[in-house]
């Protein structure tokens, strides 16, 4: 089994602008269970592609470097002239405003397993805007999944 390295975030994502501003796209393994349950850490990857401000929209889910410094990879939930707001699919807060200058990447597809699923997938699509939809209640739908996830472990 190969050997598993920790790097800094400022080290590896230095790289991968570079990648996206070449027009390569790049697959990371997701971290932190912020975007749960579209995206579950250490078990699904994304592959992030370079994106322009203009062609991000309501249920993206972008990567963008904020002002502290990290990188936070949540779904757009709205834009407001240059700025976006964005949220973690298991969090209520919203982040924002965003400045586009901050915006790093998007998802453009993920893969759970060795299955690939496209972010511009009709289902998919479907299934992030009902989660939106959901922002009120979601504290009980995690609650629900979380029950049906156990359950079948």
């Known amino acids: ?20 501003r070449e027009g390569k796209c790049v697959r990371v393994t997701v971290t932190g269970m912020s975007m749960y349950p579209f995206l579950r850490e250490g078990i699904d990857s994304v592959l992030l592609s370079d994106i322009s401000f203009e062609n991000l929209h309501r249920g993206d889910i972008a990567l963008v470097h904020n002002n502290d410094g990290q990188y936070i990879l949540h779904r757009v939930l709205r834009k407001s002239g240059n700025c976006i707001f964005m949220a973690g699919d298991s969090l209520k807060e919203v982040e924002g ?26 289902k998919w699509k ?9 922002m009120p209640v979601r504290s009980i739908m995690l609650k629900i999944i979380r029950h049906i996830d156990k359950s079948w472990a």
């Open 97 to 122: 405003p965003i400045n586009s200058d901050s915006i790093f990447a998007a998802v453009t597809a993920v893969w759970r397993g060795d299955k690939r699923i496209e972010c511009t997938n009709m």
């Open 126 to 134: 479907l299934l992030s805007h009902l989660w939106l939809l959901m």
């Open 1 to 20: 089994m190969p050997e598993v390295k920790l790097v800094k975030a400022d080290n590896i994502f230095n790289t991968i602008r570079n990648m996206l």
